[in-house]
């Protein structure tokens, strides 16, 4: 039951390029951390 996502205030901050983006993608949890998404690409 732990979520690996960093919650700031704007929204979520990606642990790649830093970033803070609102929407939070559900597939980057099973890496371990939240990310934007160009730096994860569709894969399973």
Known sequence: ???N???VRDGYRCR???RTFRR???HLHSK???ACRQHY???R
Do not use: F
Request: hydrophobic residues 20%; aromatic residues 0%.
């Open 24 to 26: 939070i993608i559900s």
């Open 32 to 34: 371990g951390g939240s």
């Open 41 to 43: 690409p569709n894969r």
């Open 16 to 18: 790649v390029c830093n």
């Open 5 to 7: 996502t960093d919650e």
């Open 1 to 3: 039951m732990e979520k």
